[in-house]
């Protein structure tokens, strides 16, 4: 029974539809005590400011280390009524704003006190609740409790459970599959009111966000959810009676499960297909119509490795109608193709064809095969066609690793780095044979997506004290939902540098092959996922896949129309080591990242990617702290930093006036002496004979004056002149970026073929900031075709237009005839 006390509170919270976690964190959040004092911890809200979250985040880390030097302790109980009357009232709200439409913002914090556990059920001995006690994880226990009240989807799903002997608690589980933007239906379907389970070395948090502890499961392999003939139900009694009020009936029949298997199937629950499927064949599995029809639930679910064992299954099982072999045969080659089986993938598609000729189906998916084996074999691509998919976020595409190796590098953080196996060449994909090429897929990603989005996440992660954005966020947990589905791929994850503080990961990779586990059922997992170790992992190794977008005309500039940031996490690209101005570049055509040499390369050679690129030294150092707290050592920031702390201030002041919008605003004049300021900040003095040094906020002065000219002979003033010094500021913008400008070749008639391909840059070196700089290549075209002078101007165009992945993927939404330059010239004349 609630006290009067409890039954006010409660009508409270039912009122302002909040769980008791969130109401006890509102009301905290209000008597936010004095940080010294680490009376509760500090409330981290959306909308701080960096500053004030970094602050906020080293009192909580503060707060949680003075917490650990506490003794664990036996947790206040909240009421059962209670408990189960706020939840009801959570789920309605819940619920309703489902119903609305309405997105549900959702805060989180990550990277911090995560536990998982690594002992198996069979060693582990049961705790009741009564017995467990706050700030402590009950190694070498488990909690077999059961829910009482209907769950809801918090960050992750919070429940109310009982143990037998009745004593309640709240429980938040984190990471279980198919959880992301889920319904109040489904959730209630994925964990039923009378749901029993079993929690492995359960964790009592503290409460960070409230005064209320909870039980904290992070890891969905923590948690086993037990279907009725589970030997840990054996001989249990529950002192609250059979069932809880309200809880859904069970199957009584394989028959049973099936047809409930197919309901959910049919309304695309694969995931609780797969689970009444596994259901039914605890009860008897000798009916493979439940592996066949599992399979293709796994298979939509992206759990390969379980779709192949039970379409394997099928196969052997004798006696198996043709029609049935048949289709086991067809999900086993799809099985095969997402795990790269390429050839596998094929000779089960042909055997399928064999016996249905007239399906073109079977004859796409041979074609696939054999694109894909061709891709991861020889790197060959049809780069138009991805290109023009560009859009997607799960491109059809084979991984390929060109001639690179993992070697141990003990000076980088996690002990490794990719070298360059043999001789590499830049230059032209199609005509050097020497040429450096990573194509790879995420393991997993998030794009940010404008449509239908339910639950929008924002995180604070602790280890780099930054808020997150959604897919950052989001990044984790589909990270684990592909390791809870091919668990076989785990070692690879697990084997990528995880932060200063993890264990150093082994010196090769990929890890040796270990033996394969697949999933169990996909109610237990055989294998242990260490949640916070993802984490981390995604920490120090996650990209933005900074997905191509069309170019767009606006002063010349390049825009791009992003608004979120994605996050991917890449197994093989997540080796290379970081260098601002590098010897290798990576961008992403739709999910799919594709490095390549910047440079030549010797063999043997570390290659480097730029994790990120910003012309402010001092920029790029705050951008790179997580990877770099002590700030970047390559050579091209020695190099920044020998001009003194005087230029270097000056820069970054100068970098401030350089911004597209100061300059769009700024009179000629004023762009011509800020050119003179920026050369200036570039003592000559530190200029090497041999190698010209690369000024990167000088192109960009150079390439900013090279505009306004454009403009001015657009809107008429001085048309020659200006486009003819136009074009001098675009060659001195690509110069300070390092490209080599060469000297027209004049036509003889023995050079006359040369003079047809001539180039007017040297391909030995593609800059950092090339997208910037194929503008102004476009742009001097543009000024010798207004020029009249179309034969000067197809040089240009040709080298903007370099049939290689780089520069292919940014002409490919320009047209980049002549015609279409001067038709541009002309409307953005008229436009003015
Ligand atoms: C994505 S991992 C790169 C591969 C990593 N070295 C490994 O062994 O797995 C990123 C981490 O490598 C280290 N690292 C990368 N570039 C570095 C650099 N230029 N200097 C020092 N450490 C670097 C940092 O510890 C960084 O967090």
Redo the contacts with the bound molecule.
């Keep these: 029974m609630a006290s009067f006390g409890e039954e006010h509170l409660l009508s409270m919270m039912a009122s302002l539809g909040m769980s008791p976690e969130d109401f006890f964190a509102a009301m905290s959040q209000k008597q936010q005590p004095a940080p010294q004092i680490l009376r509760g911890p500090p409330q981290i809200s959306m909308g701080l400011p960096p500053d004030e979250v970094r602050r906020r985040s080293e009192e909580l880390e503060r707060w949680m280390a003075h917490q650990r030097q506490l003794p664990p302790a036996k947790p206040d109980r909240v009421g059962r009524q209670m408990l189960v009357q706020s939840q009801y009232a959570s789920h309605d709200s819940f619920k309703e704003k489902a119903g609305n439409g309405e997105v549900q913002i959702r805060m989180t914090i990550g990277g911090f006190e995560g536990h998982s556990s690594k002992n198996p059920l069979k060693d582990l001995s049961p705790i009741p609740l009564e017995e467990m006690l706050v700030r402590k994880v009950h190694v070498g226990r488990y909690l077999l409790c059961r829910t009482i009240a209907p769950c809801v989807r918090t960050v992750g799903i919070q429940a109310i459970v009982e143990d037998q002997a009745g004593t309640t608690q709240i429980l938040a589980i984190y990471n279980y599959p198919t959880c992301e933007g889920s319904t109040p239906d489904y959730v209630d379907e994925l964990i039923p009111i009378g749901c029993p389970m079993i929690i492995r070395e359960p964790y009592f948090r503290p409460a960070t966000q409230g005064p209320h502890p909870i039980i904290r499961v992070d890891s969905p392999s923590d948690i086993v959810f037990l279907e009725p003939s589970s030997p840990y139900l054996r001989g249990v009694e529950w002192r609250s009676g059979y069932h809880p009020p309200s809880s859904p009936s069970m199957q009584r029949s394989p028959e049973g499960w099936k047809s409930l298997g197919n309901t959910y199937f049919q309304s695309g629950k694969w995931f609780l297909a797969a689970r009444a499927y596994s259901r039914g064949l605890i009860m008897d599995p000798m009916v493979f119509l439940l592996y066949l029809n599992r399979a293709e639930a796994y298979l939509r679910l992206g759990y390969y490795s379980a779709a192949m064992a039970d379409a394997e299954h099928v196969l052997s099982v004798p006696n198996v109608p043709q029609v049935s072999r048949d289709k086991a045969t067809f999900r086993l080659g799809r099985a095969l193709y997402f795990m790269k089986d390429y050839l596998g993938a094929e000779e089960r598609f042909k055997a399928w064809l064999s016996t249905h000729p007239d399906e073109a189906d079977g004859l796409g998916w041979i074609a696939r095969s054999q694109s894909r084996y061709r891709e991861s074999q020889k790197g060959e691509y049809d780069w138009v066609e991805l290109f023009e998919q560009h859009k997607k976020t799960d491109l059809d595409v084979a991984e390929y690793t060109g001639p690179v190796e993992v070697k141990a590098?003990s000076?980088?953080?996690?002990?490794?780095?990719v070298v360059a196996s043999r001789e590499v060449k830049v230059g032209e994909l199609l005509r050097v044979t020497t040429w450096l090429q990573v194509v790879a897929k995420p393991f997993a990603a998030a794009f940010p997506d404008s449509t239908g989005r339910k639950e929008l996440f924002v995180s604070l992660n602790m280890r780099t004290k930054f808020m997150e954005t959604h897919s950052q966020t989001v990044l984790v947990s589909r990270v684990i939902e592909k390791i809870y589905g091919n668990p076989e791929l785990y070692p690879q994850v697990r084997g990528?540098?995880a932060?200063?503080n993890a264990e150093i990961?082994p010196s090769s990779?990929p890890p040796e092959n270990s033996p394969a586990l697949g999933l169990l059922s996909p109610d237990s997992v055989g294998v242990d996922i260490d949640a916070d170790l993802i984490q981390a992992i995604c920490t120090?190794?996650s990209f933005s896949p900074n997905l191509e977008m069309p170019i767009q005309k606006s002063d010349g500039i390049t825009k791009r129309k992003d608004s979120d940031t994605p996050s991917a996490l890449y197994l093989f690209p997540?080796?290379?080591?970081?260098?601002c101005v590098s010897n290798a570049g990576w961008h992403c055509i739709g999910d799919v990242m594709v490095i390549r040499a910047m440079t030549n390369i010797e063999a043997g050679e570390e290659i480097?990617l730029p994790?990120c690129w910003s012309v402010s030294l001092s920029k790029r150092q705050e951008r790179l702290k997580?990877?770099?707290p002590r700030g970047?050592?390559?050579s091209f920031c020695q190099q920044e930093r020998s001009d003194g702390a005087a230029n270097l201030a000056e820069r970054e002041t100068l970098v401030e006036s350089l911004r597209h919008d100061t300059v769009a605003r700024m009179s000629l004049a004023r762009c011509r002496t800020l050119a003179v300021e920026v050369a200036a900040a570039y003592p000559a003095s530190h200029d090497s004979r041999s190698q010209r040094r690369i000024k990167p906020l000088l192109a960009e002065a150079h390439a900013a004056m090279g505009r306004k000219l454009f403009l001015a002979a657009r809107d008429g003033q001085n048309l020659e002149r200006n486009l003819m010094a136009s074009v001098d500021e675009f060659m001195k913008a690509l110069e300070a970026s390092g490209i080599t400008v060469n000297v027209p070749q004049r036509k003889t008639k023995k050079n006359r073929k040369e003079v047809k391909s001539y180039l007017p840059i040297g391909t030995d070196r593609v800059p950092m900031d090339y997208d910037s700089r194929i503008m102004e290549m476009f742009m001097t075209a543009a000024c010798f075709v207004v020029l009249g002078e179309g034969e000067r101007a197809i040089p240009w165009l040709r080298a903007g237009s370099r049939r290689e992945p780089f520069t292919l993927s940014r002409c490919f939404f320009i047209d980049t005839s002549p015609q279409s330059v001067m038709r541009c010239w002309v409307g953005e004349r008229r436009s003015s």
């Design positions: 590098l000076s980088y953080g996690g002990g490794r780095g990528l540098y932060g200063p990961p990779y120090y190794n997540s080796l290379f080591n970081h260098a480097t994790y997580k990877h770099l970047c050592n390559c």
